[in-house]
């Protein structure tokens, strides 16, 4: 009689881990499922694609110069603040930012696609190499797969890189020497993080970085203000 019972106990306890499986698989295709969706919903966007990054990741921060007169021209050259890239950066920067998160710092942008309008009106402002990109070849901010980027801590003060956002002098380039450890340190942080994700930067601007693994076409079109479409 207790061998019966040490039976009926044994298949009672299988049966109950049989039940157990099932709900685990369950779950299982529910995450799966999701995750797939998840990525769908990432994939529906091919390399060349414009995407507002807001729209993919709501941490980062946006100081966008050119739409306020606080640039070197001391002119708003954007009529509203909005940070476009094309879908191939926008995927190096949501990396980039997944390493920043877990440091508890972030990505702060002062400029993303400009379009070539704009170039051509920065120009006309400051017709120096020094300064601007000549229209004629336009900019990598023009073909959307540039961007004027910085640091942020937790509570959104910007790391030092020992020069402000458009300083156009020696202490502003990536291999300028005098400078302290922890600006040397700052820089490398950002550049070690871009450059990991094919984002590279130029001699004069410690900020600038572009990808520049395929070639895209220089564009026109200006961002609408109160829709999220694009034009
Ligand atoms: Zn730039």
Redesign the pocket.
């Known amino acids: 009689m207790k061998l019966y019972l040490v039976y009926f106990l044994l298949i009672v306890s299988h049966l109950s881990s049989c039940q157990n499986i099932k709900d685990n698989a369950k779950l299982l295709n529910v995450v799966n499922s999701k995750a797939k969706d998840t990525i769908k919903s990432l994939k529906k966007y091919k390399d060349s694609d414009w995407v507002e990054l807001k729209t993919l990741d709501s941490s980062f921060i946006y100081d966008l110069r050119y739409a306020t007169k606080q640039n070197f021209v001391h002119k708003k050259m954007y009529p509203c603040a909005k940070c476009y890239v094309r879908y191939v950066v926008a995927k190096a920067l949501l990396n980039i930012q997944k390493e920043l998160k877990n440091k508890s710092l972030s990505l702060k942008f002062f400029?993303c696609y400009r379009p070539i309008q704009v170039q051509k009106k920065l120009w006309k402002i400051k017709p120096d190499p020094h300064y601007v990109a000549n229209p004629k070849k336009g900019s990598m901010?023009n073909r959307g797969v540039?961007i004027?980027v910085t640091i942020v801590d937790k509570n959104n003060k910007e790391l030092n890189m020992g020069t402000p956002f458009d300083f156009f002098g020696k202490e502003a380039y990536q291999d300028y020497k005098y400078l302290p450890d922890t600006i040397k340190k700052n820089r490398l942080l950002l550049k070690e993080l871009m450059q990991k994700n094919h984002l590279e930067p130029i001699t004069s601007?410690w900020w600038?970085y572009s990808y520049r693994l395929k070639d895209y076409p220089i564009e026109n079109w200006m961002w609408h203000c109160n829709e999220k479409k694009l034009p």
Do not use: F, K, N, V
Request: net charge negative; hydrophobic share 15%.
């Open positions: 400029d901010h540039a004027d601007e600038h």
